[in-house]
């Protein structure tokens, strides 16, 4: 994989190497650290979201972009059979080096070959669609991934408030699809495309293809956690 650049700095992170940042440059012409004790937290670092998504966890988990495995390791730690799929092949060395025992490396939307009760996507990890189109193809894609009665858990938030004063302007395109791009030691990653999505249109998409909605938790900072499954 070209430029593995997350893989590298959760590589370096894990082995010491802690006085480089890992900056995501985005469209809206703001860069940002990414916090890499972020990707390590503990169980007790957790945010409430995380702790409820994680308690709603069933049977099978398949954990995507699952980046240093945190959440996997604590699943596993209750006893949960859990695989860890990410596409960065050194945050898949790193995940195994901290004892995730199920590791996949894969792109998500190419993966089938497994069959799972609870798809989860963590930390955003539904922003892998990139834009409303991408979130369509995914939903789809989870519909072949879930065993009958499972279910799919994630967060995501409405970033309106970026544009509420004005001083970045608001895209023609729908406002939560973001460009990003990492850098790490002076080495960027190619551009990606990743989305967040407000409750509203969430909804009005996921019931057009057939899902049952329950937003479980709202974090009182536009964030929310989203249980979804399919009628029996």
Do not use: T, W
């Given at each position: 994989m070209a430029h593995d650049v997350l893989g590298n700095a959760l590589s370096d992170y894990l082995h010491g190497i802690k006085k480089e940042q890992l900056l995501i440059h985005a469209s809206y012409g703001i860069i940002e650290v990414m916090p890499m004790e972020e990707y390590f937290r503990q169980p007790p670092d957790f945010p409430e979201l995380e702790h409820i998504a994680v308690a709603l966890c069933e049977g099978n988990v398949l954990d995507v972009?699952?980046?240093?495995?945190?959440?996997?390791?604590?699943?596993?730690?209750?006893?949960?059979?859990?695989?860890?799929?990410?596409?960065?092949?050194?945050?898949?060395?790193?995940?195994?080096?901290?004892?995730?025992?199920?590791?996949?490396?894969?792109?998500?939307?190419?993966y089938r070959s497994g069959k799972y009760d609870t798809l989860l996507f963590l930390m955003n990890g539904i922003g892998i669609a990139g834009s409303l189109d991408g979130l369509k193809k995914l939903l789809r894609h989870c519909k072949s991934l879930l065993n009958a009665g499972g279910q799919l858990l994630f967060d995501s938030s409405d970033i309106a408030y970026l544009y509420a004063?004005?001083?970045?302007?608001?895209?023609?395109?729908?406002?939560?699809?973001?460009?990003?791009q990492y850098e790490y030691k002076g080495l960027k990653s190619p551009l990606f495309n990743w989305l967040f999505i407000d409750q509203k249109t969430l909804i009005q998409l996921a019931h057009a293809d057939g899902w049952v909605v329950q937003v479980?938790?709202?974090?009182?900072?536009?964030?929310?956690?989203?249980?979804?499954?399919?009628?029996?």
């Open positions: 972009g699952a980046g240093a495995g945190s959440h996997a390791l604590y699943l596993q730690s209750l006893g949960m059979e859990v695989e860890a799929l990410e596409i960065s092949p050194k945050a898949c060395a790193v995940m195994k080096e901290r004892g995730v025992r199920r590791v996949i490396q894969h792109d998500f939307f190419e004063d004005g001083a970045i302007e608001k895209p023609q395109e729908y406002y939560g699809q973001i460009h990003y479980v938790y709202e974090d009182g900072n536009d964030q929310y956690l989203v249980r979804m499954e399919l009628p029996a």
